[in-house]
């Protein structure tokens, strides 16, 4: 068979993770401070951007990315032209003017990163025995995120991945495909890649969470993250077909958009104030959905720079280059927020349309809720809900909770009704606190007492609730009466 050289033209089409959708994933999944933060930095680092109007917070983060060079050139004339000195506009989220003392509600801190992992749990509709699993795992994760349930030594990435489900699978007695499902579900919970068991299979499941998958992205941490810590970027060019800058473009994803360390930054702190990113009014006989802009500057573009941009042959072309570069930045800051703000403002609003009897009648009427059905009534991805709850309080007639808090696993009563976790927690501390302090109730006795009152949870689900409100066991309530 002989073999022979020939030139093809193929037409592909194709979608690049630019720097201005990484910074519109960032943006969904901060709390308002962190994104006063961000934008306040752009402000000092931007020449092209300017405040308009009043601000009391300072601080700063790091810049987003300046925008690629391939991008379709714009229109600058055109759009400076129609432009007004406030930028490109907002979206009028009706901002609520009241002030709110912030002290006058404390949040308690996360128990780690196991205790942020936890919260979770109930959003993610487990059946019983997924559940079991799903503790044991999320009991297991290290300060890094990772489970490290087996010797590594010697052992290749695949190897160590097969050996920890091994491990989960005999110390649950789950069969190796409920056990690997569960484990899945919880890696793409806050934060994606959580309870990973390599590294490589970390930065994987974050690179598959992307919006717009990168081959090469997926290929280099499969195959070649060894040579990428060296910076072998000839070597992965040359394994995988590529181009150099390509290989360089995937190394510059994976370093910033990708998190090696899922569980930093989740340690114990100091009981903090909570000041809420989104406030529920009840107006007249319906709930009214704001968001808190407070201290979140407003922006426009510079009249000198714009000035700048439309004289003809004032700027030299690499300064025009410059500012053209800063303008895109600014602009796509400008449509990330607005993006964010009106994302979460319909996740709130569909969390609103969902729970209203729990607004309406207290805890009794808080129905369970899983991400899913909120990702399904609006049309957007599953992990999409998972980053507007993340780290976000709401402030609503009933309390200030984290937005999280409206999602739960539903309990099922006799009388075939459904009935939140959340619900029976307080149902389970109601019957501790009527009972004979000289003789505590057992869990088991917990759990006849419930069934009395139509609910009907396994002793070991009434145990697991009682430690969650930190109650003590039978035995150790008696010691210390």
């Known amino acids: 068979m002989g073999y022979e050289l020939k030139q093809e033209l193929r037409l592909t089409q194709s979608l690049v993770m630019t720097p201005q959708l990484q910074l519109a994933i960032k943006l969904l999944q901060l709390s308002r401070l962190e994104l006063v933060e961000m934008v306040r930095q752009e402000v000092e680092t931007n020449p092209v951007v300017e405040e308009n109007g009043e601000s009391s917070t300072d601080a700063g983060v790091e810049e987003p990315a300046p925008a690629v060079a391939e991008e379709p050139e714009m229109d600058w004339q055109a759009f400076l032209e129609n432009q007004s000195d406030h930028g490109s506009g907002g979206i009028d989220f009706n901002v609520n003017d009241e002030e709110n003392d912030p002290l006058s509600m404390l949040s308690d801190p996360e128990e780690g990163f196991a205790g942020h992992l936890t919260a979770q749990l109930g959003m993610c509709g487990f059946e019983a025995d997924e559940l079991a699993v799903a503790e044991f795992i999320v009991g297991n994760v290290d300060d890094d995120g990772y489970l490290r349930l087996v010797d590594t030594d010697g052992l290749t990435d695949g190897q160590v991945e097969d050996g920890v489900l091994a491990e989960i699978c005999r110390h649950t007695g789950a069969p190796v495909e409920l056990a690997g499902r569960v484990l899945g579900m919880i890696q793409r919970m806050d934060p994606i890649g959580a309870c990973s068991r390599t590294l490589r299979e970390c930065l994987l499941i974050q690179a598959m969470d992307m919006p717009v998958r990168d081959t090469v992205v997926e290929e280099i941490i499969k195959n070649h993250l ?9 070597a992965i060019a040359k394994a995988l077909g590529v181009s150099v ?40 006989d319906d709930y009214v959905v704001t968001l808190n802009d407070d201290g979140l500057p407003k922006l426009k573009i510079s009249p000198y720079y714009r000035q700048l941009l439309k004289g003809d042959g004032a700027l030299t072309p690499e300064a025009r280059g410059y500012i053209q570069d800063k303008l895109k930045s600014a602009l796509w800051l400008i449509k990330s927020v607005h993006q964010r703000q009106r994302t979460i403002y319909r996740v709130v609003e569909c969390i609103v349309r969902f729970q209203r009897g729990f607004l309406d009648r207290g805890l009794k009427h808080l129905k ?3 991400l899913r059905d909120v990702a399904g009534e609006l049309g957007v991805h599953e ?27 539903s309990v099922s009563r006799e009388d075939n009704g459904d009935l939140t976790a959340e619900y029976i ?7 501790i606190k009527a009972e004979d302090p000289k003789s505590p109730l057992s869990d088991m006795q917990i759990v006849e007492k419930l069934k009395s009152s139509g609910i009907v949870v396994a002793r070991r689900t009434a145990a697991k609730y009682r430690e969650d409100l930190g109650i003590l066991s039978s035995s150790r309530r008696r010691a210390v009466y």
């Open 226 to 234: 060894d040579a990428l810590s060296r910076r072998n970027y000839k």
């Open 383 to 409: 992990s999409t809900v998972s980053r507007v709850t993340s780290n976000k309080y709401v402030q609503t007639p009933r309390g200030i909770f984290e937005l999280k808090y409206f999602f739960s696993n």
């Open 425 to 431: 927690k307080e149902k389970v501390a109601d019957v």
């Open 245 to 284: 800058d390509e290989v360089y473009d995937a190394a510059k994803i994976i370093n910033q958009s990708l998190s090696p360390s899922p569980g930093r930054g989740y340690g114990g702190e100091p009981a903090h104030a909570v000041i809420p990113d989104v406030y529920i009014e009840k107006v007249g």
């Open 368 to 370: 369970p809720l899983v």
